[in-house]
């Protein structure tokens, strides 16, 4: 698990303007600009928030599970204890950086827009 684990943290960690910063709790959380996309835990349990039709997808689908903490938000998790795992948290890592991006893109637009 622990190498799956740090598969991820690595992984995660190299993608262009990834910021990664100790976690509260323990475990290392991923930034990009402002916005946190996601954190994994020294357990291997990473969590991730995404707008609620995403979040809705991914657990329809069995690619996440509902966050055991706070149900009711858009936060999912998902355990990394194989390198299959570790694959499909990548990959969900990968959803809320791509969202983050755009998100930020459409910031700097907006920003440009009102500033002309």
Do not use: C
Not at 5 to 28: K, L, N
Not at 32 to 42: A, Q, V
Not at 74 to 80: A, L, N, T
Request: aromatic letters at 6%; hydrophobic letters at 40%.
């Amino acid at each position: 698990m622990e190498a799956s684990r740090d598969r991820v943290i690595a992984e995660v960690g190299s993608w262009a303007g990834i910021t990664t910063v100790p976690h509260g709790s323990g475990g290392a959380e991923f930034h990009l600009g402002g916005r946190e996309i996601g954190h994994i835990h020294d357990d291997g349990l990473a969590d991730l928030p995404f707008k609620r039709p995403v979040h809705d997808m991914l657990i329809e689908t069995g690619r996440a599970s509902v966050h055991r903490v706070i149900p009711d938000s858009g936060w999912v998790e998902r355990q990394v204890t194989t390198d299959e795992d570790a694959a499909e948290v990548i990959e969900l890592f990968r959803l809320s950086y791509e969202r983050a991006n755009v998100a930020n893109e459409i910031r700097a637009q907006r920003a440009a827009e009102e500033a002309s």
